[in-house]
């Protein structure tokens, strides 16, 4: 199973960004997938995400600038993230995860977003 995160980059505040994600190994049109970050000295959270049957949610402080998207025929999640913040600074990790009957939690290796003020 792989998960590669790409779209990582140094960007000015009130910007625009767009991370993927592609994976491999899993069925992904089953998988409920989902962008979290890390920032340093901060717990990982959850950014957003998007369920099989394409349900979206949203953190709080992502709500209304941030959209995460699904192409099941790429096997490729992302992350669209506009008016970006300072504060959105963080590693950003790719997860797949799924439910019971076969259960499964992924994570890629992470991309690098830097918003400059």
């Known amino acids: 199973v792989q998960l590669v995160e790409s779209g990582g980059a140094l960007v000015q505040a009130g910007g625009s960004l767009r991370l993927s994600c592609a994976t491999s190994?899993?069925?992904?049109?089953?998988?409920?997938m989902g962008w979290y970050r890390q920032a340093p000295g901060k717990q990982r959270e959850l950014v957003a995400g998007i369920s099989s049957g394409d349900t979206t949610t949203y953190g709080d402080s992502v709500k209304g600038r941030f959209g995460i998207s699904r192409d099941n025929a790429k096997n490729t999640v992302y992350l669209q993230m506009n008016s970006l913040k300072s504060e959105d600074t963080a590693v950003y990790y790719c997860?797949?995860?799924?439910?019971?009957?076969?259960?499964?939690?992924?994570w890629g290796q992470g991309t690098q977003v830097t918003v400059s003020s």
């Open positions: 997860n797949a995860n799924r439910g019971w009957p076969n259960p499964y939690n992924y």
């Open positions: 190994g899993i069925i992904f049109s089953s998988a409920d």
